[in-house]
């Protein structure tokens, strides 16, 4: 079974622009959530999707935003890029939001912000 | 809302010799407690979980951890570690089943040969 697959892999973007990361869960799963990772702050939580609808929010400024296809497919959106962004950007998935149930995360999606 | 402290930024240690990694998470009435490993230019990869019943949570790789309610810890052992236990361990906290997760900001286990 194929794992969690993020694409692209690296991303180099300018202050100011939009950016969209993609995220495809593994077959079967259909909760995904997408994780901010930085060298100061760690692991933040950004969102969770299950069945197309968001389930629980992080604490990220509304210019980050998400959204879950019918496939279970994920995006997330960062709009108006700040150097702070720069990070890389982790998606998990779950067969349901029971945490009884393992998240499997990606490779990443390295995003920097010049 | 439910915070994790991981008290060790970074942990040396002689190869064949044990290891504790230790993780305290604030107080709620319920909690699931989870470590992740994450080798280097890695996604994680979840080493254990603790949701209920026996406080001594075995995992993969050797490891082990121990739910203490009292002390509000999850501290992560390994009786003898390997050179390719080299990686960054996290600790995570969910307060409900569903809720989401909370992650520590991590401690980078060195090990030395």
């Known amino acids: 079974k194929a794992g969690v697959t993020q694409t692209p892999r690296y991303l180099i973007k300018t202050r100011g622009q939009q950016v969209t990361l993609s995220c495809s869960p593994i077959?079967?799963?259909?909760?995904v959530s997408w994780y901010q990772q930085t060298p100061g702050q760690g692991l933040q939580f950004l969102f969770e999707?299950?069945?197309?609808?968001?389930?629980n929010k992080g604490n990220f400024p509304g210019r980050f935003s998400g959204r879950q296809f019918s496939n279970s497919r994920s995006e997330m959106n960062v709009s108006t890029l700040e150097l702070g962004d720069s990070a890389l950007y982790l998606c998990?998935?779950?067969?349901?939001?029971?945490?009884?149930?393992?998240?499997?995360f990606g490779p990443g999606t390295r995003l920097t912000v010049t | 809302a439910q915070s994790v402290t991981q008290l060790d930024s970074q942990v040396p240690v002689f190869e064949e010799a044990p290891v504790e990694l230790r993780c305290n998470y604030s107080?709620?009435?319920?909690?699931?407690l989870f470590w992740y490993v994450q080798y280097p230019n890695q996604g994680l990869q979840l080493l254990l979980k603790?949701?209920?019943?026996?406080?001594l949570v075995k995992g993969i790789n050797g490891f082990e951890a121990e739910f203490n309610k009292s002390q509000t810890s999850f501290h992560l052992r390994k009786p003898s570690v390997h050179i390719s236990d080299t990686a960054e361990y996290f600790c995570?906290?969910?307060?409900?089943?569903?809720?989401?997760?909370?992650f520590g900001k991590g401690t980078r286990l060195h090990i030395l040969p």
């Open positions: 998990a998935s779950s067969w349901t939001r029971d945490r009884a149930y393992e998240q499997y």
């Open positions: 077959s079967g799963h259909r909760s």
């Open positions: 999707y299950f069945s197309e609808t968001q389930r």
């Open positions: 107080s709620s009435v319920s909690v699931y």
């Open positions: 603790y949701l209920s019943g026996s406080t």
């Open positions: 995570a906290v969910s307060q409900n089943r569903d809720d989401k997760i909370i």
